[in-house]
């Protein structure tokens, strides 16, 4: 058998032959010896492309990006944006809120925002997201990004984790 038209790594053995791979494969490799086989390892050659999907978009509506003077009892934060629930994406997808002094602070899943909205909201016609929060602290200013995986050719996992900056706030 000839080698394969597509190669992306040429390996030459210590007897004199090559080892010709082909992308988007994982491979296992064996040394097979007269008596025994080991196996040298599992790898892949690279990971493809990417899915043919936008990463997300999105911002903080509610309250508004840059706001001060927000409840510290606010409970629930409103998002805009595409991409913003796990439909469209590797996932998982998670909100991470940091206070000023670096404490992670818990956000809850997102879900469909309470009726009515509060208003005003920009619409930009893209849907609305809520994720619930607990009671926050006083004159605390919040920063809040999407984690979300995203594809990166880099073998074996062929994921990294990836940030949104999604917008901050401060409460009164």
Known sequence: MGPLTYATANLTTSFGGSIIFQPVTTYTVSLVGPTQTITAGTFQTNCGLPIPTPPPTGQLVYPANGATNVSPAIGELIFQGSGL????????????MTSGSGAVVPVGAFSAPASPLPSPLPNSGLPYVAAPVPALAAATTYTLRLDYADWNNTPPSCVHTASLALGSFTTQ
């Open 85 to 96: 629930q796990n439909s469209e994406f590797f996932g998982p997808e998670s909100v991470v």
